[in-house]
């Protein structure tokens, strides 16, 4: 590991500053997990590191009238335990239990789990692959079991965030603070496919970090879940996943789905939300064969690689059985 230095932040100002000051050669941290491991194998070599927990405010769940507020700096393990979320999130809280080992949750925080970079074992090792500047996807023509089967190109990695599906099902917004200020945006477009940005995950500029989540309360008989299937039982990350939520109503013909969500992971390189799932259960009753169909649909833009065709079958299966809890 390079040689670095290490500042804490007092204020989400004194953090932008210091980024700022040093762009191209800083960069926030805050449980580190991800961005430790990075820096141990050379490829990110930050001068400065900017540590973002000596910061009041952004550990905090709360909500504020009809909004529930998740400060970045949150970890994974008061996430999970938070019964606020537990009960107006439910999605949230099952992302967050299977979210690696306890000890990672109780390092990791939100904001770092949103921002981690791929774990193709190309961009981590000596590869100079599009994601570190090269000109090559080495995982096009190689190895790519646990590579994108939707919105891959030019590069098929898979965004590895658990929280990030579920918080895009339930609407949430996303607050930045920066040099030019602080803006809000929904999550849904703080992530962004290599066809915008083949070197970056996300539109975070340099100076810029993710300070806050906000969760619109859900409305009443609002239903939400998060199904992740891994390759070991615990401390992995997902082959692939879905979150789903669902609000009925009555119709004529008994209850029907009046608003639904899906976001799928670990099957694209940003967390993929499935508008034509959602459409197959608008207007349904919630059963197997709308369930089922509704699978189909999310699966029919998919595009597998050579050795990841298994996906599809399995995420119509994941995706099945996360709308069957819900029914």
């Not at 939400?224 to 004529?252: C, H, I």
Request: aromatic content about 6%; hydrophobic content about 45%; proline content about 6%.
């Amino acid at each position: 590991m390079k040689a670095f230095r290490h500042k804490n932040a007092r204020t989400v100002k004194e953090a932008v500053t210091l980024l700022q000051q040093s762009a191209g050669k800083a960069l926030p941290i805050a449980g580190g997990s991800d961005l430790l491991g990075e820096m141990k194998d050379f490829i990110e070599t930050p001068d400065l590191l900017v540590n973002l927990k000596a910061i009041p405010g952004l550990n905090k769940i709360e909500q504020k009238g009809g909004t529930i507020s998740i400060g970045a700096l949150v970890t994974i393990a008061d996430l999970a335990e938070s019964s606020l979320v537990r009960t107006q999130l439910a999605a949230v809280a099952e992302a967050a239990v299977v979210i690696a080992s306890p000890q990672i949750r109780n390092a990791g925080t939100v904001g770092g789990n949103l921002c981690q970079r791929p774990r193709c074992w190309y961009y981590r090792s000596e590869f100079q692959c599009l994601r570190k500047g090269g000109t090559i996807c080495y995982a096009a023509a190689g190895e790519n079991r646990y590579h994108a089967i939707l919105g891959g190109g030019p590069s098929f990695i898979v965004h590895p965030s658990d929280l990030a599906p579920p918080l895009i099902a339930l609407d949430a917004k996303a607050r930045i603070a920066g040099p030019s200020g602080e803006r809000t945006i929904l999550l849904e477009q703080f992530f962004v496919l290599p066809t915008v940005n083949v070197r970056r995950e996300n539109i975070l500029k340099p100076g810029e970090i993710l300070t806050e989540i906000q969760v619109p309360v859900p409305q009443n008989g609002t239903r939400s879940t998060y199904w992740k299937q891994m390759e070991r039982e615990m401390w992995d990350f997902a082959l692939v996943s879905a979150a789903v939520v669902v609000r009925q109503s009555n119709g004529p013909q008994g209850k029907v789905i009046s608003h639904a969500r899906v976001v799928l992971g670990g099957v694209a390189p940003i967390p993929w939300r499935s508008k034509e799932a959602e459409a197959a259960l608008i207007g349904k009753p919630l059963d197997q064969a709308n369930a089922a169909l509704a699978a189909e649909e999310a699966l029919k833009p998919a595009q597998p690689l050579r050795d990841n065709a298994f996906k599809v079958d399995l995420t119509k299966a994941v995706l099945r059985g996360a709308i069957l809890r819900l029914a």
